[in-house]
């Protein structure tokens, strides 16, 4: 979605949401992965380093490599959104790998280097490249120092995320309001858990009926804890 202010006068704020299944939008998104991909693929072959994406796949058998292989050739070499499972979240480095989400055999980050340090850097590792600058802006080994440090800010930047997304939900559930959940698992019935989706949030189990796995029910809140999560009865 998209905040925008109603009037500059008064900090009244308005939201809308974005529509993104537009044609422009559809477009941008291609371009932007095509100057993503071209850039990697100018960079390898001009042996320049680079800061680089990369997203493997987790295919564990033979069997499912091959089925993964027919079905992306029977869709213009593209994934199928029922793989996600098995893709691995993309992740920074130096070597020249495969970007499954894109679908390109290497891609790096170029379009946006006003607001993104990886953007930034691929700019000025080329335009070192194409001035003829002795050395690059940034050797492969200061790139590596550089993910080193990418890497560890955005792993604090999901666990902020993902407590922030914990703590509101956990403002909006209080004792005694009722929640769908999923069991999820039933060995002990003191250690069984249940997911609630409309809060994406796991929760205790505290009641005294055996529950089926992956059934549905309703719950009723018993406590909540901002540090545990919040246990609930039956």
Request: aromatic share 8%.
């Amino acid at each position: 979605g998209m905040i925008t202010f109603k009037d500059y006068m008064q900090p009244e704020l308005a939201t809308r949401e974005l529509a993104f299944q537009v044609p422009g939008k559809a477009i941008t998104t291609e371009f932007m992965i095509l100057a993503n991909n071209m850039s990697a693929v100018y960079a390898e072959q001009n042996n320049i380093p680079l800061l680089l994406r990369n997203q493997n796949i987790l295919l564990q058998s033979p069997e499912i490599r091959k089925q993964y292989n027919d079905d992306v050739a029977g869709n213009d070499g593209l994934m199928d959104a029922s793989w996600r499972s098995v893709v691995r979240r993309s992740h920074v480095g130096v070597n020249f790998n495969k970007h499954m989400g894109m679908g390109v055999d290497m891609a790096t980050r170029f379009t946006s280097p006003l607001r993104r340090l990886e953007d930034l850097v691929t700019h000025y590792q080329i335009e070192s490249f194409l001035l003829n600058d002795k050395q690059m802006m940034f050797s492969r080994h200061q790139l590596e120092q550089i993910c080193e440090q990418l890497l560890l800010s955005e792993s604090i930047v999901k666990e902020i995320h993902r407590n922030d997304a914990k703590y509101a939900s956990l403002r909006e559930i209080t004792p005694g309001s009722q929640v769908l959940g999923v069991v999820l698992t039933t060995g002990s019935l003191h250690n069984t858990k249940i997911h609630l989706p409309a809060y994406k949030m796991d929760a205790n189990y505290t009641g005294t009926r055996r529950l089926d796995p992956y059934s549905v029910h309703n719950f009723t809140v018993e406590k909540v804890s901002p540090l545990g999560g919040y246990a609930s009865v039956y």
